[in-house]
């Protein structure tokens, strides 16, 4: 059953890298090695070369239960020092190197140095670096011992011997640079060795060929030498580090100053050249990535340098024939050059740590990242391959997973996709034969669906659904089999969004176009709309664009020149899914053409929205085309939804270049009135303006005609609409002069309407009742209208008089009724608003009021009774009656009681009497008889014979008469008027 790598669901402390292996400790104190295994070197128990991550053998090694503190990798051997000082090495001990006594061959597995009866018996190991075929152990006290090919004097021991030491033996201290100091760190290099100690020496020993020493020589030297720090760029710096490579060597000061020295061939120094030097030289940080950052840490390998800067940055140099510079490149850098971390496994992460092999380089980041790049003969990258990279290149630390397909998403779309969408997964290096039910899986933090399985190779297959609740964004694939996991980064899109800035503007306004949520990397296109439906592409010109990586679309500037624009759209191009999904939208608002009225001749100031035919409308307007002129115009009024046109209106219209509207319209003669529109089009756009065409002004009145005092119903039509108005009497309409009626207010209706208003007809000169509008407005002669109306004269007639023979009308005594008739009176009126008066022929000196019956229909007619006061003046009078400031008179004469009188009183029978009348009828018949008697209501005649008389017209009659009483009576006898006594000697008539 195939097993995944060491390094699954582990954290990489130290990653290093030899001769032709590397290996990574972890933080749990474990080791998994990858590469070359020819001399057992990986530790697995087999020469097995490894792609990924093995882990060591411990089982029955002096590591079997302990915590591995420290780790070096060099040549073809591994050491490891656990945190209870425990030292074992494995792999090639052709030379001793192992340092368990023996060259015995190579070592499978760990195998403790021997310490017994050596220079670090019975002390604590502090330290442990390897060369190309020699070991090197500090301890703490600051005793170094080194074992294994002792030719060139690498292992410092004074020794001229070529042999083999296979067990620690001491470095020389006494007499040489390093009397009396105590050594706090050491590194191997291929064939030499250095230390620093305290007082920030630096010492070395071994080859010099190339001036690795950096003494100041190329003599190879079996003890330790001083590396010349005077008059070069370390001197008087405190050292924090030291690496010796393949023939070159570099130190770091505190300070974050980094010198190398020794071979330069390759351009191991940095400097520029390739020209060797046997003391530190600075390597070449002008206009490099560091040239002013601090150097943290330096790692010298066979050909290579590279170091750690702040920021945590790795910048390299050297050989870079198979990589090893890690600048996606194979030319050789001759000074500091920044490895590439953009889309490789390092992006956006802080290195902290690397070390530099024969032609490998690997990298630790702060989060436990370990990456390689350069040589990876037999897979010494740990990628599961042997090719080289010329960039950093993850260490398998996991089971690998890739994402073949992402059903919903155009071809080869492998890093995104959206809710429901099924990323189809493959993978290697997993355990072997697992069904879905052994994996747990989160898409964006959510459990996800998943059928996936391994095959007995540990082959991964199967697909994954993202699911609805996925957190949207940069998220990740989580796949989780026992101890194993693997996070894939997948980037979970929601819903495709357009923002526009801004959101509505003129033709021509760039808008500024961006979004979210779309493919990334995608090819996309924005336009204009006119229309969603379907949808219908506007005439701006479309701009294309490319999505980020992560699914925005950059601001981008859109220019809308269509004015029939609705809607920006952002759609991706092909290859891509159906149109329904690929797009999204932002509406776009195009401000529409506007016109407005700002004055109407013949209207009051301020008035805009009405007027009549022929008057002229001032008209501003806005979000037209430029430059236009009036023949670009169609004007007219219509309804007010821009239908059923009258025919086209006079208009000199123009716009700036600014697409202001300007000039005038005049309203057709012949336009219909009512509520209307004023009506502008250009190229098929239009704008509408709310106008109420008015007519000609109209009073109606109700009745025309009447006298005086009549309310009369005013109303009227096609007055200024919401205007105060005054109604008033018109006597002659030149002027026009008015009458004394009082003047009445109104207030006309929305469509100009006047309601029902009473006017009172007092003046008997009033010939019109005219409605006008009230200031502020125009002139009288255009701002009003008007209606004739008949004032009527009043007349009264008497008709009869109750109490006098038929027919009589022209008198009339106290306690009479005297029924009159008329016309031409205020109408519908009762004797309480009547007052009847006699007066002199003239009208003048009335008696008071007299009891009247009379009334008024509604056609102004008079009649009724009025009764003739007790006390009226006698004499030719008149009857006058008065209704409100109406009056009319007619004659009548008011008679006195009849009286008459005798020429004498007495006399003898036979005598002649002068009779003499007063106020009887006049005109009137009369009979005068003698009576014996007048008392009761019947006389008591003589047989005297009856004289017949006719009253005179002043009422008054005289004839002589016999003797007796007489009586002068009225036709008819009915009434006895007046009587007197005539006295004779009565004892003789009665005898």
Known sequence: MAAASALSGKTVTTVATGGDHSCA??????????????????????????SLPTAITTTGTPLSGKTITQLSVNGSHTCALTSDAILACWGDDSHGQIGDGSTSGDHLVPTAVTTASTPLSGKTISAVTTGAAHTCALASDGTLACWGLQSDGRLGNSSSSAADVETPTAVTV????????????????????????????????????????????????????????????????????ISAGGAHTCAVSVSGVVACWGENGDNELGNGGTTDSDVPVSPTLASTPIATATILSVSAGEKNTCVVATGGSISCWGNNSVGSIGDNTNTTRDVPTAIVTTGTILSGKTLVFSSVGDSTVCALASDGTPACWGDNTLGRIGDGTTTNRDVAT??????????????????????????????????????????????????????????????????????????????????????????????????????????VSPTSGLP???????????????????????????????????????????????????????????????????????????????????????????????????????????????VTGANWPNDLVSSDFTVAFCDTSGGSCDSNATKPLV?????????????????????????????????????????????????????????VSVTGTNFDPAAFVSIKGVRVLSGPVYSSDSSVPGFTAANGSLSAVSYLVED????????????????????????????????????????????????????????????????????????????????????????NGLSTNSSGDITGSVTVPTGATTGSRSLKVLISSGSAFTPIKILSARTVTLSNSTGAVGSSVTVIAANFDPGAAVQIKLAKTVTGSTPVYTADTPVNATISETGRSVRGLGFGTVLVLGAGHHVVHAFIHYWQQLHEHRN
């Open 25 to 50: 400790l972890t933080s749990d104190g474990d080791v998994a090695c990858w590469g070359s295994n020819n001399h057992g070197q990986l530790g697995t128990n087999s020469t097995t070369a490894r």
């Open 174 to 241: 006494s007499g040489t640079a390093l009397s009396g100091l105590t050594i706090n760190a050491i590194d191997a290099g291929a064939a030499h060795t250095c230390a620093r100690a305290s007082s920030n020496a630096l010492a070395c020993w071994g080859l010099n060929t190339s001036g690795q020493l950096g003494n100041g020589s190329t003599t190879s030297s079996n003890e330790a030498v001083g590396v010349t720090v005077s008059g070069t760029p370390l001197a008087s710096l405190s050292i924090a580090g």
């Open 394 to 499: 993850s260490v398998i630390t996991n089971p690998s997973v890739s994402i073949t397909a992402v059903t919903g998403q155009r071809s080869s779309v492998l890093s995104y996709g959206r809710p429901g969408d099924e990323i189809v997964v493959g993978g290697s290096w997993w355990n072997g034969s697992k069904a879905s039910t052994d994996f747990v899986v989160t898409v964006g933090g959510e459990t996800a669906d998943q059928t996936l399985e391994t095959n007995s190779t540990g082959t991964l297959s199967g697909g994954i659904t993202v699911p609805a609740g996925a957190a949207l964004g940069s998220g990740s694939v989580v796949i989780t089999q026992g101890t194993d996991s693997v996070t894939k980064s997948f980037y979970i899109l929601g819903s495709r969004t357009v923002a």
């Open 508 to 618: 021509g306004t760039v808008v500024s176009v961006s979004g979210t949520n779309f493919d990334p990397t995608a090819a996309a296109e924005i336009r204009g709309l006119t229309s969603t439906s379907g949808p219908t592409a506007s005439s701006d010109a479309a701009v294309d664009v490319t999505i980020t990586s992560g699914g925005s679309v950059p601001s981008t500037n859109f220019t809308v020149d269509d004015f029939d624009t609705v809607s920006i759209e952002v759609r991706e191009k092909s290859p891509g899914g159906t149109p329904s999904t690929d797009y999204a939208r932002a509406a776009f608002t195009v401000p529409p053409v506007t016109v407005s009225a700002t004055a109407v001749s013949g209207q009051r100031s301020g008035v805009t929205g009405y007027g009549r035919p022929t008057e002229v409308l001032t």
């Open 655 to 711: 716009t700036n270049g600014s697409g202001a509207l300007s000039g005038t319209v005049t309203v057709p003669s012949d336009a219909t009135t009512g509520a209307r529109a004023l009506k502008v089009t250009q190229n098929g756009r239009s704008a509408l303006f709310n106008f109420g065409v008015l007519g000609t002004r109209a009073v109606t009145l109700s009745p025309t005609s009447g006298g005086l005092s009549t309310p």
């Open 764 to 851: 008997p000169l009033t010939t019109y009742i005219q409605v006008s509008e009230d200031a502020p407005s125009g002139t009288p002669s255009t701002d009003r209208a008007y209606a004739s109306f008949t004032t009527l004269t009043a007349t009264l007639a008497v008709d009869t008089v109750t109490g006098q023979r038929t027919g009589v009308n022209g008198y009339a005594r106290a306690g009479d009724a005297v029924n009159v008739s008329g016309s031409g009176w205020a109408a519908s009126r009762s004797s309480g608003t009547i007052t009847a008066l006699f007066c002199a022929a003239d009208g003048s000196g009335c008696d008071t009021a007299a009891t």
